[in-house]
Nanobody, 115 residues
Framework: QVQLVESGGGLVQPGGSQRLSCAASGSIFRFAAVRWYRQAPGKQRELVATLPTDFRVSYADSVKGRFTISRDNAKSTGYLEMDSLKTEDTAVYYC?????????WGQGTQVTVSS
């Protein structure tokens, strides 16, 4: 069983930056793809960024050039660096890890972009 614990959410002003972390338990992290999703009120959950084990990252068009996904396998931790934040980035952000066809989810962390 893999448990994911996210941290780093909060209130940030438009144009600001925020860094989310996703700490994984267990020993499978280095063999798993890491994804970040978000869900805004009244909207469907959206895939924001993907970082597979081959490091071929991909981003949603809405965050490309502003967000950076990364991972530290030694710490079993994934990250999402968010820059130039906009009010429309306000959402609950979820970490997702995929290993051998099975998905694991974090509890979510709220990011609110507002002046």
């Amino acid at each position: 069983q893999v448990q994911l614990v996210e941290s780093g959410g909060g209130l940030v002003q438009p144009g600001g930056s925020q860094r989310l972390s996703c700490a994984a338990s267990g020993s499978i992290f280095r063999f798993a793809a890491v994804r970040w999703y978000r869900q805004a009120p009244g909207k469907q959950r959206e895939l924001v960024a993907t970082l597979p084990t081959d490091f071929r990252v991909s981003y949603a068009d809405s965050v490309k050039g502003r967000f950076t996904i990364s991972r530290d396998n030694a710490k079993s931790t994934g990250y999402l660096e968010m820059d130039s934040l906009k009010t429309e980035d306000t959402a609950v952000y979820y970490c997702n890890v995929v290993f051998e066809g099975r998905e694991y989810w974090g509890q979510g962390t709220q990011v609110t972009v507002s002046s």
